[in-house]
């Protein structure tokens, strides 16, 4: 039986087309998926993603948990407090268990925000890893998250609950803050999202997530499926796990080599061993099909120096065009023409490095 957030009902009351995803009953849109994808590009959207799991790691030794369990170096998030870090969280081979972001919130408290189709597989394994450690792990299923998206988002945030303006609105990207809401229970405000537009994520309990959500509709702010959501990561260039990365994948091959943090010779991550021995077998870029029709994943690309294969694909709503990402040759860069297999044809594209549009403007 699917997982239902504490917003299922809402979705329901609100007209939105239910689906699967991950194992959880979840909105794909509310009438119209285009709509919803240029509110956020044009103005402000909102997302239910309570689907995915925070954990709370909290101890003396939490620091040096994950320096040892990510790829990325945790050490960086101590300049500021609330500063968020994303990392790929490997095992022994370099294959890719997870992508997750992790906050800073004090020395030895921290809260890993992890995908909902691994989030199991990734408390398991966590919890696996901390022998030595004196750390404790919470998964917070207690937590509702609404992510609030749009270049007038947190405007409208702030009109909803003005009383959080003061101490989050000079939060910079990539950090959070706890907030004390107006009925006295805590909220943790980050300003993160998956979209490519500025914005915030808040995590609040799951009792207060429905009226919550009325409010920031009466703001103005405009619900928001997972259909809309996944055009939108693609356009920003954002993998997803599961079509993008996988175990199969190291970071190195799936475009996220920025997020292996290799400066500390003595940081002994794991899954760092096998990355120092292993040469990757492709990279990562994006395509714009230049031939008309839609790009989608697990589609074959011919290029003069071998095979690849479109990972995630879609047309996108703010190019008018149809764009991937695609595992390609070594060989290949950006500006390259390739031929794509859809249905009996084989399409042009052209290669390009992604994103394809930050903060609503085409850089392709």
């Keep these: 039986m699917s997982q239902r957030t504490p917003l299922y009902d809402t979705h329901l009351a609100t007209g939105a087309k239910i689906v699967d995803f991950a194992g959880w009953d979840m909105p794909i849109h509310y009438g119209s998926q285009i709509e919803e994808h240029h509110a956020v590009r044009r103005d402000a959207g909102m997302f239910d993603v309570s689907h995915m799991l925070s954990i709370d790691l909290q101890g003396a030794h939490a620091l040096p948990y994950l320096c040892r369990l990510l790829a990325n170096d945790c050490g960086k998030l101590l300049v500021l407090q609330g500063k968020a870090l994303y990392s790929c969280m490997l095992d022994e081979q370099g294959g890719i268990l997870d992508d997750l972001i992790v906050y800073f919130l004090a020395p030895d408290r921290f809260r890993i925000v ?48 003005p009383g959080a303006r003061q101490s989050t609105e000079n939060l910079h990207i990539f950090q959070g803050k706890e907030w004390s809401s107006t009925t006295g229970t805590p909220w943790f405000i980050s300003r993160t999202g998956y979209t490519g ?30 259909g809309a959501r996944d055009t939108l990561r693609l356009e920003a260039g954002m993998a997803l796990y599961g079509q993008d990365m996988d175990e199969t994948v190291t970071p190195l091959e799936a475009g996220l080599v920025w997020t292996v943090d290799r400066s500390l010779p003595r940081r002994d991550f794991i899954g760092r061993a096998a990355l120092n021995e292993s040469t990757p077998r492709f990279q990562t870029l994006g395509l714009v099909l230049l031939d008309k029709g839609v790009l989608r994943p697990h589609q074959q690309i011919h ?5 690849g294969e479109t990972t995630s694909g879609t047309f ?3 190019l008018g065009q149809s764009i991937a990402l695609a595992r390609l040759p070594l060989e290949l860069s950006p500006g390259d023409e390739v031929k794509v297999a859809i249905r ?12 394809f549009i930050r903060h609503g403007k085409p850089l392709i």
């Design 344 to 355: 009996d044809k084989h399409l042009r594209a052209r290669v390009v490095k992604p994103p």
């Design 114 to 161: 992890v995908n909902a189709g691994t989030a199991s597989k990734d408390l398991a394994w966590m919890q696996s890893r901390t022998e030595g450690f004196r750390v404790n792990l919470t998964p917070r299923r207690d937590l509702a998250m609404i992510a609030i998206q749009g270049p007038a988002a947190r405007e409208k945030f702030f009109f909803a609950f």
């Design 316 to 318: 996108s709503p703010t």
């Design 303 to 307: 290029t003069s120096r071998g095979e």
């Design 197 to 226: 537009e500025d914005g915030l994520e808040i995590s609040l309990p799951a009792a207060e997530a429905q009226r919550v959500w009325e409010l920031l509709q009466q703001a103005g702010v405009h619900p928001c499926g997972l």
